[in-house]
Antibody, heavy 115, light 109 residues
Framework: QVQLVESGGGVVQPGRSLRLSCAAS????????MHWVRQAPGKGLEWVAVISYDGSNKYYADSVKGRFTISRDNSKNTLYLQMNSLRTEDTAVFYC????????WGQGTTVTVSS | QSVLTQPPSVSGAPGQRVTISCTGSSSNIGAGYDVHWYQQFPGTAPKLLIFGNSNRPSGVPDRFSGSKSGTSASLAITGLQAEDEADYYCQSYDSSSWVFGGGTKLTVL
């Protein structure tokens, strides 16, 4: 079955970096665009970034543009989110999701930015 | 401020029918993009409830239904049950990105 498993979350100080990973299985990974979505504590869902099936196109939310980089390794069926210059307001659960007519989401990984 | 607009809360008694609206614009829902609905319980990931405006994934009860018209979409829940108490989000597309509603908290009285 289709499965997405995020990892890489943790506690980090403001200004530091973190890289999230999303391991995909159960579908042909290199046929689909992939998204990152986050949810701050007690808040709603916020779209973060998307990457096309081949990695040639990437788009970002204004709130993370210039600080976050989405990438993928189709040989490893893995999606990444490199997060630099982290801020306290980046504290959230981060989900990866498959862009399909019937979207599939992972279970999320928690990022806490705190001094 | 979310791109899609949902009521912050709705409520209903067990057995009743409730609807949750999701209002967008000509650049997202009105442009013909699909609307998806998610159900989320505290501390868990969103679960896909309705995809492609009105389709239910396997395992979702037929008490849940979705519709779309113009720049808006709706989620209807009939025969309300206590276990339906959760947060509900609509999602569509706009300029290569996903857009979400702010979420609606459903309370079963």
């Amino acid at each position: 079955q289709v499965q997405l498993v995020e990892s890489g979350g943790g506690v980090v100080q403001p200004g530091r970096s973190l890289r999230l990973s999303c391991a995909a299985s159960g579908f042909t990974f290199n046929n689909y665009g992939m998204h990152w979505v986050r949810q701050a504590p007690g808040k709603g869902l916020e779209w973060v970034a998307v990457i096309s099936y081949d990695g040639s196109n990437k788009y970002y939310a204004d709130s993370v543009k210039g600080r976050f980089t989405i990438s993928r390794d189709n040989s490893k069926n893995t999606l990444y989110l490199q997060m630099n210059s982290l801020r306290t307001e980046d504290t959230a659960v981060f989900y990866c999701a498959k862009d399909a007519s019937s979207p599939v989401w992972g279970q999320g990984t928690t990022v806490t930015v705190s001094s | 401020q979310s791109v899609l607009t949902q009521p912050p809360s709705v409520s209903g008694a067990p057995g009743q029918r409730v609807t949750i609206s999701c209002t967008g614009s000509s650049s997202n829902i009105g442009a013909g993009y699909d609307v998806h609905w998610y159900q989320q319980f505290p501390g868990t990931a969103p679960k896909l409830l309705i995809f492609g405006n009105s389709n239910r994934p396997s395992g979702v009860p037929d008490r849940f239904s979705g519709s779309k018209s113009g720049t808006s979409a709706s989620l209807a829940i009939t025969g309300l049950q206590a276990e339906d108490e959760a947060d509900y989000y609509c999602q569509s597309y706009d300029s290569s990105s996903w857009v979400f509603g702010g979420g609606t908290k459903l309370t079963v009285l």
